[in-house]
């Protein structure tokens, strides 16, 4: 079995998606016509601003992959951040009511809002961390995580954090170095508690 890192590749994008719609069980929560545009808009967001992305491949195919950056967004750019989230999530409480996608929308939101909540500031982010389940238990997410934390370190980053929630295996970071910061309920059906999940800012600092 041959365990190789490189950064990622247009070819990879189909493989990772799956992985998406696999990971987050997309299938049973959205609706049929919606898994793949959800799933894409939830990967490209997140690669779009991301200028670290590393893909780790077992025997030539991708089986994981980690996605950060080096923040260098203006006070203004985060600030336009968040009304470009608060503005769409605007537009589709009026033309989507209760969808998926405004709840989706409304996560980012709350994402923002723990940002904002912790008060503190960060020089980097781990935007995506994930790893092929059939792939578990050969230490990949450790080697991408670990590939990251170098990459940040090589320039200079002395924190970083990242997103998570309960329906992860949020004690991964935990186990490497990263502090709960900050959570929040979110109800995906109001009222609900069996909708319910735990949204988590996680940040370390490095020494």
């Not at 719609?21 to 991301?50: C, G, H, N």
Request: net charge negative; glycine share 6%; with cysteine.
């Amino acid at each position: 079995m041959e365990i190789d890192l490189r950064l990622m590749r247009a070819s990879d994008y189909d493989e990772i998606l799956k992985m998406v719609i696999t990971t987050w069980d997309y299938r049973s929560w959205v609706p049929k016509d919606l898994v793949e545009p959800m799933a894409e808009y939830f990967l490209s967001d997140l690669l779009q601003k991301s200028d670290h992305i590393v893909v780790v491949t077992v025997d030539g195919k991708p089986a994981g992959i980690c996605a950060g950056d080096v923040l260098d967004y203006t006070k203004i750019q985060r600030f336009c951040l968040r009304k470009k989230t608060a503005a769409l999530g605007a537009i589709l409480k009026q033309t989507e009511p209760d969808s998926i996608f405004e709840k989706y929308i409304q996560t980012m939101a709350l994402d923002q809002e723990l940002l904002l909540q912790s008060k503190r500031e960060f020089e980097g982010s781990l935007n995506l961390l994930l790893v092929n389940g059939k792939y578990r238990g050969l230490g990949l997410g450790k080697k991408l995580y670990n590939n990251f934390c170098e990459y940040l370190q090589k320039n200079g980053v002395r924190s970083f954090y990242l997103y998570t929630d309960d329906s992860s295996d949020y004690g991964f970071y935990e186990h490497n170095g990263l502090e709960k910061l900050v959570e929040k309920r979110f109800y995906w059906d109001e009222g609900n508690e069996e909708t319910a999940e735990t949204y988590y800012l996680y940040g370390r600092d490095f020494n």
